[in-house]
């Protein structure tokens, strides 16, 4: 193919469709590939991908293997959970987070390598090529994109090991004979998401072992745990008094949640190219995340700035989503975010219980907008006038008494 590529970046884990697509590369483009693969908390030893490309013929310095967890957690995840981010509710993005972290990695790489052009293995229906590619396009302008699952004809299982078979790429052995999970897995620090096969059917249950790194509430320890963290501007510094890095603490939480199964979720969303998909997700440690992070605002943040960072998340959600972290849009709403977390500090206590999370304390020495005197049930001596709330209460019923009235003149 005369496509005027002289190298591509490959993200690449090792796994059968990117080593297929590696050495369809080599094939079809005739260019140089250079392998890269993040390590993003996924639990998986990553030096077998190493060997496989050097099988392939990958030359040794064109293989790029980085750890990237302490970045994932710091840069993206924690300014991610300062919005207190959901999608349609429920998704706490796990996937949607990690791929403009791997875009804006295989663009470095690029530049260092000096290639023209990057590939992956996201499929034609999917978020991710959008995720990918939008994140590339941001920060490489003028890069080619080689997107593999929209070009070939290796569009079934079935094809890619008879691609495999045919050009002697090394290949699982379960893989082959079947024996692997019955669905898709995306696994990195902050969530696993499985979806396909036997998950498409939306009445389908899935059954308990499906579940990699939470125990079902069910089985979860009958002694409830209460833990405490400390916040310092809007981030997680500590838990029970222990200081640790940003990946040390989403790692640390995942294991809390984990055993007592918490973070669990079964649900269908709307996919940015247009269809419904369904997704199962595990993100304990996030889920401790998102409702301490609450916590701790609502006793140090100023209501209505609280009310608008409410308003505008439904927005960063879809931003993040739709692949557009490194828009303009996204970097000036992280601003407005980041800002408002100034006074975000102080302590959350959480109690974890066979699935859930209550919060049973929380304190901030320095920003605390909690009033006792005020809010007080009991005399206040005066702190608050209860007459004033007549006039307050009048004001804001003007409109509606001249509409009532109103109504009430037609219908004579």
């Not at 990958?58 to 970045?71: A, M, T, V």
């Amino acid at each position: 193919m005369a496509s005027g590529i002289k190298k591509v970046v490959l993200a690449y884990s090792g796994g059968l469709d990117t080593s297929v697509i590696l050495k369809w590369l080599q094939d079809v483009y005739q260019c140089e590939v250079v392998t890269f693969t993040a390590d993003i908390g996924q639990g998986e030893e990553l030096e077998p991908a190493r060997k496989k490309a050097l099988q392939l013929g990958i030359k040794k310095q064109n293989i790029f293997i980085e750890d990237l967890r302490e970045e994932f957690v710091r840069d993206f995840v924690f300014p991610m959970f300062r919005a207190n981010t959901v999608y349609e509710g429920e998704y706490l993005l796990g996937t949607s987070i990690a791929r403009p972290l791997i875009a804006k990695n295989m663009v470095e790489v690029a530049k260092k390598v000096g290639a023209d052009a990057i590939s992956h293995g996201a499929t034609g229906k999917g978020n991710d090529q959008v995720r990918f590619e939008l994140g590339a396009y941001a920060l490489m302008p003028n890069v080619k994109i080689i997107a593999p699952w929209r070009e070939w004809d290796l569009l079934s299982r079935e094809k890619l090991l008879a691609y495999a078979d045919k050009h002697g790429i090394p290949v699982d052995f379960k893989k082959r004979k079947g024996g692997g999970a019955p669905y898709s897995m995306d696994a990195n620090l902050l969530h696993i998401s499985y979806e396909g096969g036997i998950l498409e059917d939306p009445d389908f249950a899935p059954e308990d072992s499906m579940w990699r790194i939470t125990v079902s509430p069910e089985k979860a320890p009958n002694k409830p745990q209460v833990i405490e963290l400390e916040y310092k501007a809007g981030d997680i510094v500590a838990i029970d008094g222990k200081k640790y890095s940003p990946a040390e603490v989403l790692t640390k939480l995942n294991a809390l949640g984990g055993k007592h199964g918490i973070g669990r979720l079964d649900m269908v969303e709307n996919r940015y190219v247009g269809m419904k998909s369904r997704g199962c997700y595990e993100t304990p440690g996030g889920t401790i995340m998102l409702k301490a992070h609450r916590a701790m605002e609502s006793i140090t943040m100023d209501r209505e700035v609280l009310a608008l960072k409410d308003d505008l998340m439904p927005r960063y959600a879809r931003m993040i989503y739709n692949g557009y972290w490194f828009s303009p849009e996204r970097k000036l709403l992280q601003g407005l975010i980041d800002a408002s977390q100034a006074t975000v500090n102080g302590t959350v206590r959480l109690k974890l219980y066979k699935g859930t999370i209550m919060c049973v304390g929380r304190t901030s020495k320095s920003d605390s907008l909690f009033d006792a005197r005020i809010s007080t049930f009991d005399d206040d001596k005066g702190a608050y006038n209860q007459a004033d709330a007549g006039g307050f209460i009048k004001l804001n019923a003007l409109r509606m008494r001249i509409a009532a009235n109103r109504t009430k003149r037609q219908r004579r």
